[in-house]
Nanobody
Framework: QVQLVESGGGLVQAGGSLSVSCAVSVRGISIAAMGWFRQAPGKAREFVAASTWSGSRISYADSVKGRFTLSRDNAKNMMSLQMNSLKPEDTAVYYC??????????????????WGQGTQVTVSS
């Protein structure tokens, strides 16, 4: 069983920085990969970033490359997303996700088995 709890969203001005975190509670199974997705109002949920649990492979959406950084603290079962140079179009609910087994296409929502409740990030212009 895996439970995910996001925290750290909020309101920030364009050009600013914000960090969101995901606390991972695991019992009885292992985690192969973790990811961040986001959903803006009126839009479909989209991929932001993902990493294997070992960190051997990390992937970012083109829209956030160079601005966002995914990090993991496996000892504390935490994953974070540091977001810099934020833009109004980054406004969305950010979701943490976990995969029980490794699937090559980490950019797909279908590659993940468990989802958090989401945390709101709002970037004002």
């Amino acid at each position: 069983q895996v439970q995910l709890v996001e925290s750290g969203g909020g309101l920030v001005q364009a050009g600013g920085s914000l960090s969101v975190s995901c606390a991972v509670s695991v019992r009885g199974i292992s985690i192969a990969a973790m990811g961040w997705f986001r959903q803006a109002p009126g839009k479909a949920r989209e991929f932001v970033a993902a990493s294997t649990w070992s960190g051997s492979r990390i992937s970012y959406a083109d829209s956030v490359k160079g601005r966002f950084t995914l990090s993991r603290d496996n000892a504390k079962n935490m994953m974070s997303l540091q977001m810099n140079s934020l833009k109004p179009e980054d406004t969305a609910v950010y979701y943490c996700a976990a995969a029980n087994e490794y699937r090559w296409y980490m950019e797909s929502q279908s590659s993940f088995d468990t989802w958090g409740q989401g945390t709101q990030v709002t970037v004002s212009s």
